[in-house]
Each structure stands twice: as structure tokens, then as C-alpha cells.
């Protein structure tokens, strides 16, 4: 009987240790050694920049932290969003003309899932097709079975839902317009039930003012901003002209080369001051999974530095990536907080800001420019393009270590020698 009595507390003390060990050790933060996405702390996921196995998944940031949840108040352009470059183009997803799609791909999943990650820019591209308005990624202003990935309104639909189910949040469409139907664009948007949200353009700032609060687009509801490439939709439909109000820079691979951040050829120059938003594009002209990986982190972080010195020192509003979910840990959500943190409090994360408080009033290594991560695979080009700025950035003390974390192999190790040494204790003093 004693023996059974025995085995019970040491199965029990057994179980509780473990319980513990694990509390301890669940949640893991950005570049932490994972197994499963479930193990990585909220807004994360489990994953790896390659394809080598002896290289262990670590955990990725796949969501920015709401800025406006942090501080409101402020104009919509004192805040920065992640923005997905194509967002309908997604992996796997089968063309509703039944036809093979033979279209390029820029994201990995829906804009339903985009958008309750965190995503609050969406690039869409429109055009003319099968006598309605579709999603097309092509060529030549002209779409194609191959090329056509569903109707414009299925898309619109999802964001009427979010911002139906979500009444502080904010969006903005950005058009790619190859529509040319009289009135086009302006009836699938009533159609889908968006025009109740729909920002005006009376009330979008000229000479590069600040825009309205976003309180104020809240409690007005108009929380859907919409652009349009094509300046004629301004007049005709009340559609938003976007180089009116934006200053972009080069798209694709020209606007990723290492120290520059050359204007886009139909914007402004970057460092107009008579546009009140900035959006900042990386990606390059053909889209590839396995290289966003490292696109996204370190050479993101060092463009947006660039591009910050470019446009005036004016930090992004919008970034726009492929595959936003794919880095070495912090990523397009990362660099959002960056910006955000300068934006809405002069700190280098919005981690920093609170409410009320004195613009810039935040520790020094908070106050500098973004720190670049170092990428897990060394000697690679993201590595040997970024290791002046990541040796700056590892100087400025703390703020480099809380905004990426370093390796855990000896952290994770620690955890189990005292889970291990915890059973021993409660072992010995059973015994007794």
C-alpha cells in the first residue's frame, strides 16, 4: 500500500513539474526555438528562413501591434500600416474561371486572414473581365483566364465583414485601376456594402496638411480609405487619385537596391512635403517565396532607414511587402512597430508610446533609428548588406535586445535543467 501511496505522489509531483515547465516555457518570443506554432507567443508563428533541417524553427512575428489601440487621437498620418502587395494573389488558390492560373503569387493566405493579422493595406489590382470587375494579376491592361483569380466583389465582401465585425479599425484599398465601365468601380463597392465605411475625398487634406484623427473616422465611420492610379476616377467617382496625396517609391527590384529610395515614376518626389502620407514598397518584380524570407528582414529594416532620409524623415505609412508572414523573426510587423513608434511618440516601437505622454520623452536607445536583425543565416547577402547597421543597432543597448531576441538554445536548455532539478527535489523530499 505504501508503495502505491508513494508512486501516486511521485506520478503527481512528476505531473506538476512538467505543468509548470511547460507554463515556464510556452509563449516563446521572436527568434526563439520552437516546435509548433502554438508554442510561439500570440501574433507569432513557428517557422524557419530555410529549407536546411539542421537550421530549428524559430519563432516569427506574423502580426504588427495596433498603434491606434496604443494611443488614438493622433491624424491618420502619424500612424504607419502593413500592407500586402497583391493581396488576392494568394498561394493555391484556384482561378474561378475553372482555368489553370498561371499568374504570379504574393501572399500566403486570405484577405480575411491578412486583415485579423493586422494587415490594414491592401493593393489590389482591377480590371474589365467577363463583363464584371476581377482581380487580375497581368499584363498589358488586359486580363486573361490564366491571369484572373476571382471577381473584385468576393474581396471587397471579406473587408465589409471585418470592418462590420471590427468598429475601431481602419483600411485602405489601394487600386491598381485597368477599369475602364463607366461607374465600375463605384457600383461593386456599393454592392458590396463598403460605401457605408467609405472615407470622402472632401474631407482628404491638400498641400500636405494633416489628415482628420482617426477618432474622428471612427466615430464618423468612414474607416475605409481608397486610392485609385488613375487621376480621372477623382472627378467622375469620387475615388481618391493616389499620387495626389501619397509619395511612393519605386516599386520592384529597382526601388531594393542598398542605399537608395528612388521616387516612383508617377509620384511626387519622395521628399515633397505638399503629400501627407509616405508608402514605402519592397518586393521585387517577380515574386519568390524562399528570398521574402530574407527580404523582409534585415534589408527591410535598413530600406526603411533609407527611405526615411529620402522622403524628408518621414517614416512610412505604408509598407508594402510580399509575403508579409515570411521573415527570420520580426519582419514587416516589426518594422511597422518601428515606424509606428517614431510616428505616434518619437520612440523606436510603439511598445514605447502611451497615452499622453511627451513626444520623444522615451529612453535614448528608444530614440534612435530602427535597429537591423541580424538574419539566421550567416555569410548570406541579407547578413553582409545589414552588419554595419545591426553593430549600431547592438550597441544601442537594451532597446536592441527587447526588439529582437537573441538565440534561446541555452535559455531552453536552462528551463529543463531547473524543471529536471525541480523533480528531484520534490523526488527526495517524498522519500522522506
Not at 511627451?358 to 530602427?370: I, L, R, V
Request: glycine fraction near 8%; charge should be positive.
Amino acid at each position: 500500500m505504501e508503495r502505491i501511496k508513494f508512486a501516486s505522489n511521485v506520478l503527481l509531483a512528476t505531473l506538476f513539474a512538467a505543468a509548470f515547465l511547460f507554463t515556464w516555457s510556452s509563449a516563446l518570443k521572436e527568434k526563439q526555438t520552437c516546435i509548433n506554432d502554438k508554442s510561439c507567443d500570440s501574433g507569432s508563428q513557428c517557422g524557419t528562413c530555410t529549407g536546411n533541417v539542421s537550421v530549428p524553427p524559430r519563432c516569427i512575428r506574423v502580426q504588427p501591434h495596433s498603434p491606434i489601440r496604443k494611443v488614438r487621437g493622433l491624424p491618420f498620418n502619424h500612424y504607419s500600416w502593413l500592407t500586402a502587395h497583391n493581396a488576392f494573389a494568394r498561394m493555391g488558390h484556384k482561378s474561378d474561371t475553372g482555368s489553370v492560373l498561371l499568374a504570379p503569387v504574393n501572399q500566403q493566405d486570405s484577405v480575411t486572414a491578412q486583415l485579423n493579422n493586422g494587415v490594414r493595406g491592401l493593393m489590389l489590382d482591377m480590371y474589365d473581365f467577363e463583363n464584371d470587375i476581377w482581380l487580375c494579376h497581368s499584363f498589358h491592361g488586359r486580363c486573361f483566364n490564366y491571369t484572373a483569380f476571382q471577381p473584385a466583389i468576393n474581396v471587397l465582401k471579406e473587408v465589409q465583414v471585418f470592418l462590420e465585425a471590427n468598429p475601431t479599425e481602419i483600411v485602405t484599398i489601394i487600386i491598381e485601376d485597368y477599369v475602364t465601365t463607366q461607374s465600375g468601380l463605384t457600383k461593386i463597392f456599393k454592392a458590396s456594402g463598403l460605401g457605408k465605411f467609405w472615407f470622402p475625398v472632401a474631407r482628404m487634406p491638400s498641400n500636405g496638411n494633416n489628415w482628420p484623427t482617426v477618432d474622428s473616422m471612427i466615430q464618423q465611420n468612414q474607416r475605409l480609405v481608397v486610392f485609385t492610379s488613375k487621376s480621372s476616377k477623382e472627378a467622375s467617382e469620387g475615388i481618391a487619385y493616389l499620387w495626389r496625396y501619397v509619395v511612393e517609391n519605386q516599386y520592384g527590384t529597382d526601388g531594393m537596391k542598398n542605399g537608395t529610395c528612388p521616387s516612383r515614376a508617377e509620384s511626387a518626389a519622395m521628399n515633397s512635403k505638399t503629400r501627407s502620407l509616405v508608402l514605402m514598397n519592397h518586393f521585387p518584380d517577380t515574386p519568390d517565396f524562399i528570398e521574402a524570407c530574407k527580404q523582409n528582414s534585415a534589408p527591410l529594416i535598413t530600406m526603411m532607414n533609407t527611405c526615411h532620409d529620402a522622403a524628408g524623415k518621414r517614416w512610412p505609412n505604408f509598407i508594402a511587402v510580399d509575403f508579409y508572414k515570411r521573415s527570420d523573426g520580426g519582419g514587416a510587423p516589426a518594422a511597422v512597430d518601428f515606424a509606428n513608434g517614431h510616428l505616434v511618440c518619437g520612440c523606436n516601437n510603439i511598445d514605447s508610446c502611451r497615452a499622453k505622454m511627451t513626444f520623444g520623452d522615451c529612453d535614448p536607445q528608444d530614440a534612435s533609428p530602427a535597429p537591423a536583425p541580424t538574419t539566421l543565416e550567416s555569410g548570406s547577402a541579407s547578413t553582409s548588406a545589414s552588419a554595419s547597421t545591426s553593430a549600431a543597432a547592438k550597441g544601442s543597448g537594451d532597446g536592441y535586445k527587447k526588439s529582437f531576441a537573441n538565440s534561446d538554445g541555452q535559455q531552453i536548455r536552462f528551463k529543463w535543467l531547473v524543471g529536471t532539478g525541480l523533480i528531484g527535489i520534490i523526488y527526495s523530499l517524498l522519500v522522506r
